[in-house]
């Protein structure tokens, strides 16, 4: 049993980190996510799970990280605001820790309209940064909003997100100064494909000393085919797939572009672990978690560093 | 303004069924500048009203009505004559206005004609935008006249999400980002210090706390 955030033993040990991301099933089976637990266990320090991403209902996040830890992975909660107010934010950060949970990421979450709940009542009672202070205070302090005691605080490593390939460009370092202000001690990024504008977004990060404040882990995501790559590039808001990588795509035989996919990201990792002010990645594989190991492997970060375990 | 938008004529139709007596009551303000529920509006509709009744054999009586303001009871009084008359009140107002006259006059069925939609302002003609969520709360000298909790979709607080791309909204991209105004114009202002400041949780008990919201007014009561 792990006392404390495997993942923050790996950061604080100066280690490179990987961390990867499972999607919850559409439904109520638990084998799912034991057989997508199965398959990372070993190859990342953490996994990531999402929160009714896009605005999807699936099975919850909360309930997917406690089976996660049953299986001896040390998962990171995601919480987005979107569905949520206060009192049930604050209620279920209590929840996860009691159940043993010990990193959490704080999102705002995708707009309701994307999902397969375009009439839901999008919530947004505190945003993430107001999420990512409260929760630090529940740590810290054993205050929750408001100012009233807690009988015992939340043990929980806390994260957010950042995306450098949004606009207003020079203002995503401002926002994620104010994300480590808050309270935010490590940030797992938008994936990258555009190394180029990463790299003056790092460059940024450094001038303002952040990556001394927070733990960045750059945020990878293999592409399926040159079609997923397109896909991307023009439909979803926040993602800079360049020309190079689509042409690059397009320019491998169908039946190899999930080969290139995985070449694309492993190179992506090689440069990310050469940067200065990143600290480690965050492997994306949507719906495709059985490639991570493999990723993990030609990236020479197999195998993850022991840490230290009560 | 408040602004609002006519109901499909179905709609109206299936809650006007029972009646064959309708008074059609328009409002001169903000639905008449919205070019929803002012006169013009009041006259357009009773007209459909009949020409439909009589494509389906059917008679009715629509007289036709517009008053100041549907909110306000000294104007709704000029109602009074005339309701009784009546089967049916159509009210052209918007939520307020079909509430206020249905309290002073509770005998007489009111349905309303009108979807009431936001608070907003003519950005040009034939063009509304909401701008205002009435929170309670004012905090538009902290962020250059943009309201974040209504012009952002997520109604944040602490700069945009992720979704910010050339300036528009990734949810609605015929939208401006809220927040891509708010830096641009806090930076000309020479107020970027602003946007480095962490704003706590909002007071929505201002906007929700304790349902229906009053203000009351000591000063302005004393001479009724």
């Known amino acids: 049993m792990k006392a404390e955030s495997n993942l923050k033993n790996v950061l604080t040990q100066h280690n490179f980190a990987v961390t990867a991301e499972c999607g919850p099933p559409k439904g109520a089976d638990p084998v799912v996510i034991q057989k997508k637990g199965d398959i990372l266990k070993g190859y990342v320090d953490s996994v990531n799970v999402t929160d009714n991403q896009t605005g999807v209902v699936r099975l919850s996040s909360m309930a997917a990280c406690a089976i996660l830890r049953q299986e001896g992975l040390d998962p990171v909660l995601q919480m987005v605001t979107r569905d949520r107010n206060r009192i049930a934010l604050q209620s279920d950060v209590l929840g996860a820790s009691s159940l043993g949970i010990r990193n959490i990421l704080c999102l705002s979450g995708d707009h309701q309209s994307f999902g397969n709940q375009p009439q839901a009542k999008g919530v947004f009672d505190i945003d993430s940064i107001q999420f990512i202070q409260a929760v630090r205070r529940m740590r810290d302090e054993g205050l929750i909003i408001g100012g009233e005691k807690l009988s015992e605080p939340p043990r929980l490593f806390i994260g957010a997100v950042a995306n450098p390939f949004a606009d207003p460009f020079d203002y995503r370092v401002v926002r994620l100064g104010k994300k480590a202000a808050a309270g935010a001690e490590f940030i797992q990024t938008q994936c990258i494909y555009n190394l180029k504008r990463f790299a003056e977004w790092i460059r940024q990060v450094r001038d303002r000393g952040l990556d001394r404040k927070v733990y960045i882990l750059g945020g990878v995501t293999p592409l399926k085919s040159a079609r997923m790559a397109e896909y991307m590039s023009r439909q979803v808001a926040g993602m800079d797939v360049p020309d190079n990588i689509i042409s690059r795509m397009k320019g491998v035989d169908p039946k190899d572009q999930r080969r290139e996919g995985i070449a694309i990201a492993v190179e992506t990792i090689m440069a990310l672990k050469y940067m200065e002010g990143v600290h480690g990645v965050h492997i994306m594989a949507i719906e495709w978690e059985d490639v991570v190991p493999q990723i993990v492997e030609e990236a020479g970060l197999y195998p993850r560093p022991e840490t230290s375990r009560e | ?224």
């Open chain 2, 1 to 224: 303004m408040i602004t609002a938008e006519r109901k499909p004529l179905a709609e109206i139709k299936a809650m006007l069924a029972p009646y064959r007596k309708i008074l059609v009551v328009g409002c001169g303000t903000c639905v008449a500048e919205c070019a929803s529920g002012g006169e013009k509006e009041v006259g357009l509709l009773a007209s459909a009203l009949r020409m439909d009744a009589q494509i389906e054999g059917r008679t009715i009586e629509a007289h036709e009505m517009t008053i100041d303001r549907q909110c306000v009871y000294e104007f709704i009084d000029k109602l009074t004559e005339a309701v009784g008359r009546y089967d049916v009140i159509l009210s052209l107002g918007c939520g307020a206005g079909v509430q206020a006259v249905a309290e002073v006059f509770p005998k007489t069925p009111v349905v309303p004609a009108l979807n009431t939609t936001f608070i907003g302002e003519t950005k040009e003609s034939g063009l509304w935008v909401e701008n205002c969520r009435a929170c309670g709360d004012c905090k538009l000298g902290y962020f250059a006249g943009v309201c974040p909790v209504t012009r952002c979709a997520k109604g944040l607080f602490n700069g945009p999400c992720g979704g910010s791309k050339n300036g528009a909204c990734e949810v609605d991209p015929d939208s401006p980002c809220a927040w891509q105004l708010i830096v641009e114009r806090l930076d000309s202002a020479g107020r970027s210090d602003l946007l480095e400041a962490i704003y706590p949780p909002a007071d929505w008990s201002k906007q929700q706390g304790k349902g229906p919201r009053k203000i009351v007014r000591e000063d302005q009561r004393s001479e009724s």
